[in-house]
T-cell receptor, first 115, second 115 residues
Framework: AQTVTQSQPEMSVQEAETVTLSCTYDTSENNYYLFWYKQPPSRQMILVIRQEAYKQQNATENRFSVNFQKAAKSFSLKISDSQLGDTAMYFCAFMKPNAGNMLTFGGGTRLMVKP | DTGVSQDPRHKITKRGQNVTFRCDPISEHNRLYWYRQTLGQGPEFLTYFQNEAQLEKSRLLSDRFSAERPKGSFSTLEIQRTEQGDSAMYLC?????????????FGDGTRLSIL
């Protein structure tokens, strides 16, 4: 079974600054997908960024980028130029393909962007 | 694309009552997932369907829980003889199975409170 750990329950960052959220996972699989999801207060969960384990290049989506270290089983999310709208819970998730594609989530990090 | 729709948004009931939630996935999505999220935690997988077939059930899904997707479109999740521990947000997600890269799209969830 896979496990996902987010060691930072809460973080805060000043508007326009950069923040990095940590995620580690444990698996014996070689092929898998990793995701970061954002859940704003009282709103639905939306996908921020995804990474395929067989790709060495780190994924980037505008202000969001990841640092994927496969050997270390680490998958951190960097948010650049933080905006007030980035305030949310952030969940790291693992997916093993070809087995239903269900997601295993970490416990989440609550990010507060301060003006 | 109207997104994943869940009904009701909130449900308050007394312990011992039965409750039923509904999820309408994105129309072209053939996979539908149910997750449970307790306060301050990440979502936990409960079950998933591909078309009308229920292909996987978590050990979290006790015999008081039953899910259906009779025509491969909307799904219902029923909890019988509710207990205090059933209080949680129940999230539905959908995706298409044509690629492992397809992300899951989440609904707003149904928040269940057991008195």
């Amino acid at each position: 079974a896979q496990t996902v750990t987010q060691s930072q329950p809460e973080m805060s960052v000043q508007e326009a600054e950069t923040v990095t959220l940590s995620c580690t996972y444990d698996t014996s699989e070689n092929n898998y997908y990793l995701f970061w999801y954002k859940q704003p207060p009282s709103r639905q969960m939306i996908l921020v960024i995804r990474q395929e384990a067989y790709k060495q290049q780190n994924a980037t989506e505008n202000r969001f980028s990841v640092n994927f270290q496969k050997a270390a089983k680490s998958f951190s999310l960097k948010i650049s130029d933080s905006q007030l709208g980035d305030t949310a819970m952030y969940f790291c998730a693992f997916m093993k393909p070809n087995a239903g594609n269900m997601l295993t989530f970490g416990g989440g990090t609550r990010l507060m962007v301060k003006p | 694309d109207t997104g994943v729709s869940q009904d009701p948004r909130h449900k308050i009931t007394k312990r011992g009552q039965n409750v039923t939630f509904r999820c309408d996935p994105i129309s072209e999505h053939n996979r539908l997932y149910w997750y449970r999220q307790t306060l301050g935690q990440g979502p936990e997988f409960l079950t998933y369907f591909q078309n009308e077939a229920q292909l996987e059930k978590s050990r979290l899904l006790s015999d008081r829980f039953s899910a259906e997707r009779p025509k491969g479109s909307f799904s219902t999740l029923e909890i019988q003889r509710t207990e205090q521990g059933d209080s949680a947000m129940y999230l539905c997600a959908s995706s298409h199975s044509d690629s492992n890269n397809q992300p899951q799209h989440f609904g707003d969830g149904t928040r269940l409170s057991i008195l």
